[in-house]
Structures are given as C-alpha cells and as structure tokens.
C-alpha cells in the first residue's frame, strides 16, 4: 500500500511541478502562445514537458544553474534550470512522505523515475522527429533508450536519497 501511494503522489507532484514550471518559463519568455500551438501540433510534446527533465542528470543542472547565476541570465532558462532540481527534489519528498517504510518511498521514487524515461523512450520509437523540441537527436534510438534509463536510475538514486531522509519511520 505504501508503495503505491509513493509512486502515485510522486508522479503525480512530478508531473504537476513540470507542467508548472515549463508554463512559468515560457510565459517570462514569451512563447506560450507558441508553446500552446506546438501542443496542438503534435501532441505528443504533453510527454516532454510531463516528463522531459527526467532525462537530465543532477550534477548537470547543478552545473547548469551554477553557470547561469555566474553568468547573470536571468531569464526563462534560469527558471527551466531551478525546475531541473526542485521538481524531482519536491516529488523525492513527497514520496518519502507517503510511503510507508523506506524501501516503499525509495521504490515508488525510482518506479516513478523508470515510468517518466520510459515515457520518452517510447517516443524515441513512436515519433522521433518529437525530441527535437528539447533539441534531442536520434540517431540510434537503442543507445538514446539506454542513455534516458541511466539518467533515470542517477535521478533515482540521487534524489531517493531525500525520500530515504523524509520517510516518516525513523532508524533504530
């Protein structure tokens, strides 16, 4: 039971805290409009923006925000940046908090983590020409599924880390 409401109430935070995020950023920038016709367009953009950052690593948007600040941007991306690492950060927590035991937040976390990369890698196979929205090229669609995997398991493992940390039971 706790595993189930760990991974439902991470998904579900996941995906709300991406959506939020990506509507702040394009609507600083301007392009909601835009963004609003690229949906139409092709639906299936729903799945980058829903589960998009999944396939971007801690320490890159660490870096990533590092150097933005460094540099003075602030602007759209700046606010794409901080969603990198609240949103995953936000729903490690939430699924800390309703999972029952520690290896239930842990699990319902990485499962939530495999369903988002698996979510873009189908599109890999279904509708290649979709990924070049986050600017993704595939050219070997097994090497890319491989590379989100990975980058699903780092995210796991990293973040499950804060959902191991706010898990209501305590270690004795």
Request: charged share 5%; aromatic share 14%; glycine share 12%.
């Amino acid at each position: 039971m706790g595993l189930g409401k760990a991974l439902g109430f991470s998904l579900l935070a996941y995906i709300g805290l991406n959506f939020l995020f990506v509507i702040i950023s394009e609507t600083i920038s301007g392009d909601l409009n835009t963004l609003f016709s690229d949906i139409t367009s092709d639906p299936l953009i729903i799945l980058l923006i829903f589960f998009g950052p999944i396939i971007s690593v801690p320490s890159s948007a660490i870096f990533g925000l590092y150097t933005q600040i460094s540099f003075g941007i602030f602007d759209a991306s700046l606010i794409q940046t901080i969603g990198l690492i609240v949103t995953p950060f936000v729903a490690a927590i939430v699924a800390g908090r309703t999972g029952g035991s520690k290896g239930a937040s842990f699990g319902g976390w990485m499962i939530a983590c495999l369903i988002g990369s698996s979510a873009i890698g189908v599109l890999v196979f279904i509708n290649p020409s979709t990924l070049l929205y986050y600017g993704i090229v595939v050219s070997i669609p097994i090497m890319l599924l491989i590379a989100f995997s990975i980058s699903a398991a780092i995210n796991g493992i990293f973040y499950g880390a804060f959902a191991l940390l706010f898990t209501k039971t305590e270690m004795y």
